[in-house]
């Protein structure tokens, strides 16, 4: 059965320092998103991307954040400068016709 | 404003008990609700969703009812195992241009043998 993939798993970084999150999403989908779970919240909407472009982001998504899909399988998400308060889960999901977004694993980020 | 949200934090039930999950939800624009499980350490997984032009669908052991009356949404399991353990999320699909899901703040299941 396809499913969304994501690395790393898991990602230590310094205050400051870029990181990127990979993702595979599900090969014939065309909707892409990510989302967050700080630990012990709910998940939250992070940004939409579509037809190779932004469709939505939300308040989190400020300028520090991006999202690249660079080849025709990976979908990233950037930032660029870390901050505490961005250690979370971070979960990618994918769409396809079909209303269901599948989400992949999910990369734990501890920013220190 | 807009919000999904879930009635009890913990439920605790007896192996082989249904048990029943509840959410609100406040759009009543909204028009598809999701139930997701998630397990410790892992993403959410799909278990079964419900358009607003139904009040009940099921599954294989699960059902999932809409009131959109009160704008209520259940998830009933029934002959709760050991691994049903986990978060239950009810997320809501907002529709438009991006399908974003706006997800209530979840319920934990712990499942007593």
């Known amino acids: 059965e396809p499913e969304v993939t994501q690395t790393p798993s898991h990602q230590v970084t310094q205050m400051g320092q870029e990181v990127i999150l990979r993702c595979v999403p599900i090969?014939?989908?065309?909707?892409f998103y990510w989302y967050r779970q700080i630990l012990g919240q709910k998940v939250e909407f992070l940004v939409s991307?579509?037809?190779?472009?932004?469709?939505?982001k939300s308040e989190i998504f400020d300028d520090q954040f991006s999202v690249e899909r660079p080849d025709g399988s990976n979908f990233t998400l950037k930032i660029r400068s870390t901050k505490l308060e961005d250690s979370a889960m971070y979960f990618c999901?994918?769409?396809?016709?079909?209303?269901?977004?599948?989400f992949g694993p999910g990369t734990r980020l501890l920013v220190l | 404003g807009e919000s999904v949200g879930l009635h009890l934090p913990t439920l605790s039930v007896q192996e082989g008990d249904n048990s029943i999950i509840n959410c609100a939800y406040s759009?009543?624009?909204?028009?598809?609700f999701i139930w997701y499980k998630q397990e410790s350490g892992k993403g959410p997984q799909f278990i079964i969703d419900?358009?607003?032009?139904?009040d009940k669908r099921q599954g294989q052991r699960v059902t999932v009812l809409l009131n959109k009356t009160v704008k209520h949404l259940s998830l009933q399991i029934a002959a709760t195992q050991p691994g049903d353990s986990a978060v239950y999320f009810c997320?809501?699909?907002?529709?438009?241009?991006?399908?974003?899901?706006?997800f209530g703040t979840g319920t934990l299941l712990a499942v007593q043998p």
């Open positions: 991307f579509y037809n190779n472009e932004i469709s939505e």
């Open positions: 759009n009543s624009a909204s028009d598809y």
């Open positions: 090969s014939n989908h065309l909707y």
């Open positions: 999901a994918s769409k396809g016709n079909q209303e269901t977004q599948y």
């Open positions: 997320a809501e699909e907002m529709r438009g241009a991006t399908n974003k899901l706006i």
């Open positions: 419900i358009r607003s032009n139904m």
